[in-house]
C-alpha cells in the first residue's frame, strides 16, 4: 500500500518538476501535447487493453467532448454562462459521456469484430457529419474559443501555456488516479473477465452487456476530459480532431507503448509525442519509420514497450539484470548501427541534396560507389546482430531459468 | 572513383572555408522567416514545391546578393504542419520559441483561420514578441473581411475576386448557356458555389444553374454518377472549386464521358495535374490566377523561371505570389530599416510594388488584402513556352483583369494595436 | 429521366463489381484465417502503381498481367513472415498489424513513386464509346471492366466448387484441423488463399487506376468502404459479399442521380422550418451530398438489427 501510495508521490511530483527543466514555450507545449495524450491513451486502454472491446472510432469522444468545451469557451467570454475555465475539461468530460452513453447503447452489444465495425461506422459518420453540421462544427475552420475569459482562478487568467500545463496536469493526475481506481474497482476487476470468457463471466451473473456498457461509458468520459484539455491547450477544435485518422493514432499510442499494462499508454503517448512533434522537424519520411516501428513492434513486442520492459521483472527480482548488460551491448550496438545506415540509406535515396552526409561523411547520391559503404554498413552491422542473437538468447534463458532455481 | 574522390574533397574544403567566411567577415544574426505548411503528409508535394520558390527567391535575390539591411540574410526554416491546424499550433508556438516573427503560410484556409487567432491571442498577451502572418496562399474571405486582423497581410486575391473574373468570363461567352456547379462539401466549395450562383444571375440572368451539387471531401471514388447528372442536364460549362485528387478525378470523369465541355476551375494545374489530364483536357479546362503563365510578360521574369527550373528541374514555379509576398516584406523591412513586425506591418500597409512581371500590384492598408491582375488561362500545349510537370502541357493565359477592376469593398473593422 | 436512370443502373454496376473484386478476395481471406485484412486496399493501391510503372515501360496489357502477380506475390510474402507470426498473439494482433501494414503501405508507396497523381491512362484500343444513349457516352473501357469483373466471379466461383482445390478450401474454411490430418498443408493453403486474395485485388486496382485515378489516398478511400461490404454482406459469405457490393454501388449511384433531400421528406410530412432554424444543416441536406457516406450508415444499422450481415451464419 505504502509503495503504490509512493508511486503518486512520485507521478505527481515529476509532472510538476517537468516544466522547470523543460521551460521553454516548445518544451511547455510538447510537454501540455503529452498531457492530452496520455489521458487519451488511458483511456482508450480501458476499452482494448481491459475491456478487450477494439475501437476504431475513439477520437469521437474526444473530439465531441473537445468541441463542447470550446463551445463552453466561447458562452463564457459572451456571458452567456459563468464558471471558471478550470472546469472546461469537466465539460467535455461530461460531454463525451453523453455520447458514450447514446452509442455505447447499442454498440456494446457484441465485443469482437462487431463491436469493432460499428466504431468504425459511427466513426466514419460522426467525422462527415461534422463537415455537414456547420453550426456546431464549424466546418472545416472549426470553432475557435479564448481561455482569457471567466472568472479568473487565484489570479491565473491562462494567457501563458505554463499556467495550463499545471492545470493539464492537475486533471492528468486526476484523471490517472481514477482511470487507476477503476480498475480496482468490480466493474474494472469484470471488464477483464469479460474481455477474457464473456461466457464464464455471464454464467457468474454478470451481464457481459453491461459490463463492457460500464467500461465504455468510463472511456468516453476519460476522453472527453481529454478533449477538454485540448480545448484550453489549443483554444480552438476542427474537424481533424475526431476523424479516422486521430482515431488510428490513439490505437497506435496505446498499442506501442502496451495494451493491457496500466503504463504502457503513458509510454505510448510520450514516445509518439516527442516523435510527432521532434522527428518530423528533421525527415519528412518520419511516418514512414513511424509505420516500420509500428508493424515491428506489433510483430515482435505484441505487448509494446511496457511488455518489453516487464519481462525483465523476473530476472530484476532475482538480481540478475547485469548479466544482461553485455549481450544488450553486444546484440544492441550493431542493430542500432543497422537501423542508423539503413535510415541513411533511405535518406539518401530520398535526398534532393548534391552532398549528403552519411554517419558525418559527404556522399554524392548520385554515384554508384557513394552507396557501397551504406549498403556494406547495414548488411555488415546485419550480420552482427544476427549472429548475437543466439547468445542473447541463451543469457535470457539463463537469467530468468537461474532466477526461477534459486526460488 | 579518383575523380568522384577529389570532387568530394574539394567539396569538403569549399564547405569549410564557406563556414569560416562566413562566421568570421558576416558576424550579423540572419532574418529568420518560418515557413508553415506540408511538408509530409498527402499534401506534402505542394508544401515542399512552395518551399522550394520561397527559399529559392530568398537565395536569388538577397542571399546571393550580399542580403539585406547591410549584409544580414534570409534564412527560411521550414516547419512541417501536415495540413493540419492542431499540428500548426506546435509548430508556430516553435516558431515563436526560436525568436522567429515572420510566418509565410499558405495551404488551406482551415490552417490559415486557426492561424490568424492564434496570432491575434499570442501578439496580445506577449507585448514584445509578436507575430506576423504572411498568407500567400488561402483564400477564404473573412480573412479580410470579419476576421482581419493587423498582424495578417494576403497577397492572393481571394475567392469572391476570384470568381468575379470567373463569371465575367462566362458571362462573355454567349454559347453558355446553361452552368452546371460541383464542389466538395464545405467552406471553399460554399463560397464558390453561392457566390457563382449570385453573379451569374445579376451578369447573365438567361444562364440557367442546371446543377448545384456538392459531395464530401477525399471520399468519392468514382465521379461518373455525377457526370452523368451534367450530362443528362444538358450543362454548357461546369464551375468547380475542387483540388487536389477529386479535381483530376472530375476532370477525367468528365472527359471521358465524351462531354466536351468547358471545366471552369481554381486549382487544375501543378504538381501532377496537369501531366494526367495531358492531351484529353486540351482547350477544356480553365483557371483563374494571378501572374500571367504563359506568355511571360517580361524577360526578368522569364530568366528567373529559368533560374528556378536550373536549379530545381523536377519543380514548376507555381505560386508566383510567394515571390511577390517576399520582396515586399524585404521592401517593408529595409524602407522601415526594422524587422520589428509592427514596423514591418505599417510599412506594408499601402505600399506599391513592382512585379517581376512588371506590372504594379498595391496592399490595401484597410483590410491587408493586395490587388493585383488576374487571369484566365487554359490548359494547352500550344504557345506553352514554360510547360507544367514537365509534360509539354501547361497554362495559356487568353483573358486579363487589370487589378484596378479587381478592387471591392471590404466590411474590415482592424483594431489596431497602439505603440 | 430514365437516361438518368440507366447511367445510374450502369455506373452503379461498374461500382459494384469493382467493389466486389475486393471484397470477393477479403472475404475469402477472412472466411480463411477468420483475420479481417485492413491493408487489403492497399493491395489494391500496390496492383495500380505496379501497373502504372510496367505499363509506362511494356504496355497496359502487360501491365494487367504481370501487376497482379507482383502483388501476389507480396502478399502470400505478408502472410508467410508477417501474419503467421503475429497470429500466435491472437485476432486482435492480427487485426492491428493489417492496420499498421495499410498504414506502412501508404508511406512506402509514396516514398517510392511519390506523392503526386500518376498518370495512368487507359489503353487506347479502348479509348473509344461502346455505346451511346440519350446523348451519353459509355466508354469501352469500362464495359471492359465489368466483363473482367464478371469473368472473375465466375472463375472464382468454379474454382470454388467445382475444382479439387476448391473442396479442399472450403473444407479448410470450417474443419482446418481435419484437412491438415487428412495431409493436407494447411498453413500452405492459407498462404496461397492470402496471394491470390490479394493479387484478386491488385487486379481491381490495375483496371480500377486509370479511371479512379492513381494516387497515395486511392486505397484509404476504398478500404473501409470494402470492410463495410464484407460485414453487411455476412462475414465469410461469398454471395452475401457479392449482393451487398451490388446493392453498396448501386444505392451510392442512385444517391447520386437522385435530386431528393430532407426538404421533400418534410414537405411531404407537411413541416417546413426557417432558415435560421439551428438545426437548418439537417433539414437541407441532400441525398447526393451524403450518398458517399451512406455506406457506413448502412453498416451500423445492419450490425445493430442483424449483427451476422445479410446472408453471414456465424458472428465470430
Not at chain 1, 160 to 174: C, G, K, N, S
Not at chain 2, 156 to 167: F, Y
Not at chain 3, 245 to 259: F, K, P, R, T, V
Request: charged share 15%; aromatic share 12%; with cysteine.
Amino acid at each position: 500500500m505504502l509503495k503504490k501510495l509512493s508511486i503518486w508521490v512520485v507521478f505527481l511530483a515529476i509532472l510538476l518538476i517537468l516544466p522547470l527543466l523543460f521551460d521553454s514555450i516548445m518544451g511547455i507545449s510538447i510537454l501540455n501535447q503529452m498531457a492530452i495524450a496520455i489521458v487519451i491513451a488511458l483511456s482508450y486502454n480501458m476499452l482494448l487493453g481491459q475491456g478487450g472491446m477494439l475501437s476504431f472510432g475513439h477520437a469521437v469522444y474526444f473530439g465531441l467532448g473537445g468541441f463542447m468545451a470550446v463551445h463552453a469557451l466561447v458562452m463564457i467570454e459572451f456571458e452567456t454562462v459563468t464558471f471558471s475555465v478550470t472546469l472546461i475539461p469537466m465539460v467535455g468530460g461530461l460531454f463525451g459521456l453523453v455520447a458514450a452513453i447514446f452509442i455505447g447503447s447499442f454498440s456494446t452489444r457484441k465485443a469482437g469484430t462487431v463491436f469493432a465495425m460499428i466504431s468504425l461506422g459511427m466513426g466514419e459518420l460522426i467525422a462527415a457529419s461534422s463537415l455537414i453540421f456547420v453550426d456546431f462544427f464549424g466546418g472545416e475552420a472549426g470553432v475557435i474559443g479564448d481561455r482569457t475569459f471567466g472568472p479568473p482562478f487565484f489570479g491565473v487568467d491562462f494567457a501563458q501555456d505554463v499556467e495550463v500545463y499545471y492545470l493539464a496536469a492537475f486533471w492528468v493526475f486526476i484523471a490517472t488516479l481514477f482511470m487507476y481506481l477503476f480498475t480496482q474497482t468490480p466493474a474494472g476487476r469484470m471488464a477483464n473477465a469479460v474481455r477474457d470468457n464473456p461466457e464464464r463471466a455471464e454464467f457468474i451473473g454478470y451481464s457481459a452487456r453491461r459490463v463492457r456498457f460500464i467500461s465504455f461509458c468510463a472511456a468516453g468520459l476519460f476522453a472527453g476530459i481529454a478533449g477538454g484539455l485540448f480545448a484550453m491547450n489549443f483554444e480552438f477544435l476542427t474537424e481533424e480532431n475526431l476523424n479516422a485518422a486521430t482515431s488510428g493514432r490513439v490505437l497506435l499510442m496505446a498499442y506501442i507503448g502496451g495494451l493491457g499494462y496500466f503504463v504502457g499508454p503513458i509510454i505510448g503517448a510520450v514516445v509518439l509525442t516527442l516523435m510527432n512533434s521532434l522527428l518530423s522537424n528533421y525527415t519528412e519520411l518520419w511516418m514512414l519509420y513511424l509505420g516500420i516501428m509500428f508493424v515491428l513492434t506489433v510483430m515482435f513486442l505484441p505487448r509494446g514497450f511496457a511488455g518489453f520492459i516487464m519481462l525483465h521483472q523476473l530476472a530484476w527480482h532475482h538480481g540478475r539484470l547485469k548479466t544482461l548488460a553485455l549481450p544488450y551491448l553486444v546484440t544492441g550496438v550493431p542493430a542500432l548501427l543497422c537501423a542508423a545506415s539503413l535510415i541513411g540509406l533511405i535518406e539518401m535515396s530520398h535526398t534532393e541534396a548534391d552532398i549528403f552526409h552519411f554517419l558525418g561523411l559527404p556522399l554524392n547520391p548520385d554515384q554508384l560507389v557513394s552507396w557501397a559503404l551504406p549498403v556494406l554498413l547495414t548488411l555488415g552491422a546485419g550480420y552482427a546482430t544476427r549472429s548475437s542473437l543466439p547468445q542473447l538468447r541463451d543469457a535470457w534463458h539463463a537469467a530468468n531459468t537461474e532466477g526461477k532455481r534459486a526460488k | 572513383m579518383k575523380n568522384s574522390l577529389q570532387t568530394v574533397l574539394i567539396r569538403c574544403l569549399i564547405s569549410i572555408s564557406l563556414v569560416v567566411i562566413s562566421s568570421s567577415g558576416l558576424a550579423q544574426e540572419p532574418l529568420r522567416i518560418a515557413f508553415i505548411d506540408p511538408l509530409s503528409g498527402s499534401f506534402a508535394s505542394i508544401g515542399n514545391n512552395g518551399l522550394k520558390q520561397l527559399q529559392f527567391a530568398a537565395d536569388y535575390f538577397y542571399n546571393s546578393k550580399g542580403g539585406i539591411l547591410d549584409g544580414r540574410r534570409i534564412e527560411i526554416v521550414p516547419l512541417d504542419n501536415k495540413q493540419s491546424p492542431t499540428e500548426t499550433q506546435l509548430q508556430f508556438r516553435r516558431a515563436v520559441g526560436e525568436g522567429i516573427q515572420i510566418i509565410f503560410q499558405g495551404n488551406s484556409s482551415a490552417v490559415a483561420n486557426t492561424l490568424n487567432s492564434a496570432i491575434i491571442r499570442h501578439n496580445r498577451r506577449n507585448p514584445g514578441q509578436e507575430v506576423l502572418q504572411i498568407n500567400y496562399s488561402a483564400v477564404d474571405p473573412v480573412l479580410t473581411e470579419e476576421n482581419c486582423s493587423f498582424w495578417h497581410f494576403r497577397f492572393d486575391a481571394h475567392v469572391i475576386m476570384k470568381l468575379e473574373v470567373l463569371t465575367d468570363y462566362i458571362a462573355m461567352n454567349n454559347d453558355i448557356k446553361s452552368v452546371y456547379i460541383i464542389g466538395q462539401d464545405y467552406s471553399f466549395g460554399q463560397a464558390v458555389s453561392d457566390n457563382a450562383i449570385a453573379m451569374l444571375k445579376a451578369k447573365r440572368p438567361d444562364i440557367d444553374i442546371v446543377g448545384n451539387e456538392f459531395h464530401p471531401i477525399g471520399q468519392v471514388k468514382d465521379f461518373t454518377p455525377y457526370v452523368t447528372k451534367i450530362v443528362a442536364s444538358g450543362a454548357d460549362a461546369v464551375i468547380t472549386g475542387n483540388f487536389g485528387a477529386d479535381m483530376v478525378s472530375l476532370a477525367r470523369s468528365i472527359i471521358d464521358s465524351g462531354l466536351k465541355i468547358p471545366i471552369y476551375t481554381f486549382y487544375a494545374a501543378y504538381d501532377g495535374i496537369t501531366a494526367t489530364l495531358g492531351e484529353d483536357a486540351k482547350g477544356l479546362v480553365y483557371l483563374v490566377h494571378n501572374e500571367t503563365s504563359n506568355p511571360i510578360p517580361t524577360e526578368e521574369r522569364k530568366q528567373f523561371i529559368r533560374a528556378f527550373k536550373a536549379a530545381n528541374p523536377d519543380n514548376d514555379v507555381t505560386q508566383p505570389r510567394i515571390i511577390n509576398a517576399l520582396r515586399m516584406v524585404v521592401e517593408a523591412i529595409e524602407d522601415s530599416g526594422s524587422t520589428d513586425p509592427y514596423d514591418i506591418a505599417l510599412a506594408l500597409e499601402d505600399r506599391r510594388h513592382t512585379t517581376l512581371s512588371g506590372e504594379e500590384v498595391w496592399m490595401r492598408g484597410a483590410d491587408h488584402q493586395i490587388f493585383q491582375s488576374l487571369h484566365i488561362s487554359v490548359h494547352t500545349n500550344e504557345g506553352i513556352e514554360f510547360d507544367a510537370d514537365n509534360s509539354g502541357f501547361g497554362l495559356y493565359s487568353e483573358y486579363h483583369v487589370p487589378a484596378e477592376q479587381t478592387i471591392r469593398e471590404t466590411s474590415c473593422r482592424m483594431s489596431r494595436p497602439r505603440r | 429521366m430514365l437516361d438518368v436512370f440507366l447511367f445510374a443502373t450502369l455506373n452503379g454496376l461498374v461500382t459494384g463489381l469493382l467493389l466486389f473484386m475486393l471484397a470477393s478476395g477479403l472475404t475469402l481471406i477472412f472466411s480463411m484465417m477468420g483475420v479481417l485484412n485492413f491493408a487489403h486496399a492497399s493491395f489494391y493501391m500496390l496492383g495500380a502503381y505496379f501497373a502504372y510503372s510496367i505499363s509506362s515501360y511494356l504496355g497496359f496489357w502487360i501491365g494487367l498481367l504481370l501487376a497482379p502477380v507482383i502483388v501476389g506475390i507480396l502478399g502470400a510474402l505478408v502472410e508467410r513472415y508477417g501474419l503467421r507470426h503475429v497470429h500466435r498473439h491472437g485476432h486482435v494482433a492480427e487485426l492491428v498489424f493489417t492496420f499498421g501494414l495499410a498504414f506502412l503501405i501508404e508511406e512506402l508507396v509514396q516514398f517510392f513513386w511519390g506523392r503526386d497523381t500518376k498518370n495512368y491512362q487507359q489503353p487506347d484500343i479502348l479509348d473509344f464509346p461502346l455505346f451511346t444513349l440519350f446523348g451519353q457516352e459509355f466508354s469501352a473501357y469500362r464495359g471492359f471492366m465489368i466483363f473482367i469483373s464478371v469473368l472473375i466471379f465466375i472463375g472464382l466461383y468454379y474454382l470454388l466448387t467445382r475444382s479439387r482445390i476448391g473442396i479442399i478450401i472450403q473444407a479448410a474454411i470450417t474443419h482446418p484441423h481435419t484437412v491438415a490430418s487428412l495431409g493436407h498443408n494447411v498453413p500452405l493453403i492459407f498462404m496461397g488463399v492470402f496471394g491470390v486474395g490479394s493479387a484478386l485485388a491488385g487486379v481491381a486496382g490495375v483496371i480500377a487506376g486509370p479511371v479512379l485515378t492513381t494516387f497515395p489516398g486511392m486505397a484509404v478511400v476504398l478500404g473501409s468502404i470494402v470492410f463495410v461490404i464484407v460485414v453487411i454482406g455476412g462475414l465469410g459469405s461469398l454471395a452475401g459479399a457479392f449482393i451487398a457490393s451490388l446493392l453498396i454501388g448501386l444505392l451510392q449511384s442512385y444517391a447520386i442521380a437522385s435530386d431528393l433531400g430532407m426538404q421533400d421528406l418534410l414537405a411531404l410530412l407537411g413541416v417546413s422550418f426557417e432558415r435560421s432554424h439551428p438545426l437548418n444543416d439537417l433539414w437541407t441536406l441532400t441525398l447526393p451530398q451524403i450518398a458517399p457516406i451512406l455506406p457506413f450508415l448502412l453498416l451500423v444499422l445492419v450490425l445493430i438489427f442483424r449483427p451476422t450481415g445479410l446472408l453471414g451464419k456465424r458472428e465470430e
